[in-house]
């Protein structure tokens, strides 16, 4: 039970406190920002960006680039807060998508490239 408490607790924390981290990490950089409104960059469920289809290469290394710094921050939040990486990146996966424009892509939890 109290595992369980905490683990409420630091999700509800997480979901307002990580509600603006993601952006950050792909904000203001024009390839990323270009991409997504191109349809070749999407938000994952899994708190990360993804390629959507076959990438150029330089667009596939920024991607890569904004996840490290993403996974490197979801470790960070999970140290502090007492929960799992994967709890931290799905978290902020949902949060992510629920902000997404329409038009623009997300991919769900089966895999699947979904537009909004």
């Known amino acids: 039970m109290m595992k369980s408490l905490?683990?409420?607790?630091?999700?509800?924390?997480?979901?307002f406190g990580l509600a603006?981290?993601?952006?950050a990490a792909s904000a203001g950089d024009p390839v990323i920002d270009a991409a997504i409104e191109a349809g070749e960059v999407g938000e994952r469920i899994d708190g990360r960006l993804g390629v959507i289809g076959s990438g150029d290469p330089?667009?596939?290394?920024?991607?890569?680039?904004i996840n490290n710094r993403r996974a490197a921050k979801y470790a960070q939040v999970a140290a502090e807060t007492g929960t799992t990486v994967a709890e931290v990146a799905r978290i902020t996966?949902?949060?992510?998508?629920?902000?997404?424009s329409r038009g623009q892509w997300y991919m769900d939890a089966s895999g699947t490239w979904k537009q909004k």
Do not use: M, N
């Not at 905490?6 to 979901?15: D, G, M, S, V, Y």
């Open 58 to 65: 330089s667009l596939i290394r920024k991607v890569q680039e």
């Open 6 to 15: 905490r683990t409420f607790f630091a999700a509800l924390a997480l979901a």
């Open 93 to 100: 996966g949902e949060k992510q998508i629920a902000k997404l």
């Open 20 to 23: 603006t981290l993601a952006p």
